[in-house]
């Protein structure tokens, strides 16, 4: 929490503002990631001449080009890349083969979505930048190289970014985003700060930024989960951006009030991610800020995400950032509160018809399928994600369904094969034990249909013990009412990956209820502040 010994008049919350941009630390953990670099051969990029979200740099090499990739082709940023790449990567033909399909395919992606000529030639030129300086400056050209590269690839596939062991969901989101929709401002931005350790803004306002890559982001190569050194720095400056429009908020209650910067720095035993925020007062004081990390929801100074976007691309989309009413209501006119699973249903309609995706959805991860998918123990947290597609239901009984993007690891992501139902991702929207009553009534009525929900009802018995919602005895009844004599026949017909979420919140609930912390008191966030 915020170290008031030192300035107890600061209205910077630095506790907030960690809250609103973090997601569940155990979600970001090292632990979360696969163990091993991909490999050239399985380098992912997008097809769309295959009718796929993922496809294959590797094939897309030896595949002939479209009409739309042969124009494109011609332009004289691509020569002009095309030439400096194989300068510059002589000595590393697999790479270079990777880097010009991630070329084609952004050039192919680019023409799927009508993008206009003039963005496909700055993403060109912006990454051109990078391989035709000098080796000298703030970077090597070594890393200069592996950043042109990292932006090719994002700019082919923006939902292969990812946030790593860090605490940025929030700007990973906007940064896939920007990929997606304004990539040649995203590739900007990253060579802005590599060549000149600064980025200016739309509006004028200019960033110092330290380029050198920290930590994960020192690989050359991308770990599956892992932050790569142009996705830091995206998101540092981007963390910058929005931390100033709270320092402006800060200023307009008390003048006096210092500018807060984010940086990241080496990971430490005592701050395992590295981000770190100074607090730089008008006499020349530098003050490291100190919050506390413990599960937190979402709190209101998210609501300058969409005012970050904007900043960097110089538009203003309303209806991209969505929240339930009941966590962001009166938070910000550029976030819209959605009140009903139908509400959100109408607004990812529109989104689609207006071609708005993908939207950025507030959620918590103490609720499914999130939870699961982060192999939590606790409560879990605030979380950002992306909806890249929305597939409506056929008719009024039948369900629909999200695509979705998490910044944690693309294996977990939520696509064509394992859409999320509308209704769970609406719940998920919401802090876990606030979802308790509308989950019960999904499992009352189950029961009444004579179909029992054992899913939802262990869903409950996990949130009820991770929050301490019952008392001991009330406890056992509602345990021993789902663990009936059908429940572990249901558990045996799940896939095996179904099966093991389910003894997995067996265990947990086992670990809290059944192993000395079951009295029913205690617990933490039964509420959001």
Not at 264 to 283: D, I, L, M
Not at 362 to 371: A, I, Q, R
Not at 426 to 435: G, R
Request: hydrophobic share 35%; net charge negative; with cysteine.
């Amino acid at each position: 929490m915020l170290d008031k010994s030192t300035d107890s008049g600061l209205n910077f919350n630095a506790e907030q503002f960690a809250a609103s941009t973090k997601c569940s630390m155990e979600a970001c953990s090292l632990s979360g990631m696969q163990a091993s670099v991909r490999p050239r051969e399985n380098f992912t990029t997008l097809d769309f001449s295959q009718g796929d979200i993922y496809g294959d740099a590797q094939k897309a090499a030896a595949r002939p080009a479209t009409t739309d990739i042969a124009v494109g082709s011609k332009s004289a940023e691509y020569k002009s890349l095309s030439a400096d790449a194989e300068r510059k990567m002589a000595t590393d033909p697999d790479g270079l083969a990777i880097f010009k399909a991630n070329m084609e395919l952004f050039a192919e992606r680019a023409a799927a979505m009508q993008m206009p000529p003039s963005e496909v030639a700055t993403v060109y030129k912006n990454v051109d930048r990078l391989l035709q300086t000098q080796d000298k400056g703030l970077l090597s050209g070594a890393h200069r190289t592996i950043l042109a590269e990292q932006i090719m690839e994002y700019a082919a596939n923006p939902y292969g970014i990812n946030q790593g062991n860090h605490n940025t969901c929030t700007f990973n989101a906007l940064e896939v985003r920007a990929f997606d929709k304004d990539p040649g401002a995203a590739a900007s931005l990253i060579a802005d700060v590599a060549l000149n350790g600064a980025y200016t803004t739309k509006q004028g306002t200019t960033y110092r930024i330290n380029p050198v890559p920290h930590d994960e982001s020192v690989w050359g190569n991308i770990y599956e989960g892992s932050r790569s050194h142009a996705s830091e720095i995206f998101q540092v400056t981007a963390a910058n951006i929005f931390a100033d429009h709270q320092n402006r908020a800060a200023r307009e209650m008390d003048p006096n009030s210092p500018t807060v910067r984010v940086e990241q720095r080496r990971p430490s035993p005592t701050n395992f991610t590295g981000e770190t925020y100074v607090a730089y007062h008008p006499h020349g004081r530098a003050e490291v800020l100190q919050y506390s990390t413990p599960y937190q929801v979402i709190s209101g100074n998210t609501r300058w995400l969409p005012e970050t976007l904007t900043a960097i691309t110089g538009k203003s989309e309303p209806g991209t950032f969505i929240a339930r009413d009941t966590v962001m209501s009166s938070q910000s006119p550029n976030i819209h509160g959605v009140a009903s699973a139908v509400d959100l249903q109408d607004m990812l309609v529109k989104a689609k018809e207006e071609n708005k995706f993908p939207i950025t959805v507030f959620l918590y991860t103490g609720n499914e399928p999130f939870w699961s998918d982060s192999n939590a123990l606790d409560e879990g947290g605030g979380h950002v994600v992306n909806i890249t597609d929305f597939k409506p239901g056929n008719g009024p009984d039948s369900k629909s369904y999200a695509l979705v993007d998490n910044s944690w690891y693309n294996a977990i992501d939520h696509g064509q094969d394992n859409p999320i139902e509308l209704n769970t991702l609406y719940n998920a929207m919401e802090h876990p034990d606030k979802s308790v009553p509308s989950l019960q009534e999904q499992a009352a009525r189950a029961r009444s249909d004579g179909s029992p929900d054992y899913g939802t009802e262990l869903d409950i018995l996990r949130i009820q013990s991770l929050y301490h919602m019952t008392s001991s005895d009330q406890f056992i009844n509602d345990f021993n009412h789902t663990l009936d004599d059908n429940f572990f026949k249901w558990i045996n017909q799940l896939p095996p990956k179904e099966q093991v979420q389910a003894y997995h919140k067996l265990q947990v609930i086992q670990d809290i209820r059944f192993a000395g912390g079951g009295d029913g008191s205690g617990g933490s966030g039964g509420s959001t502040p």
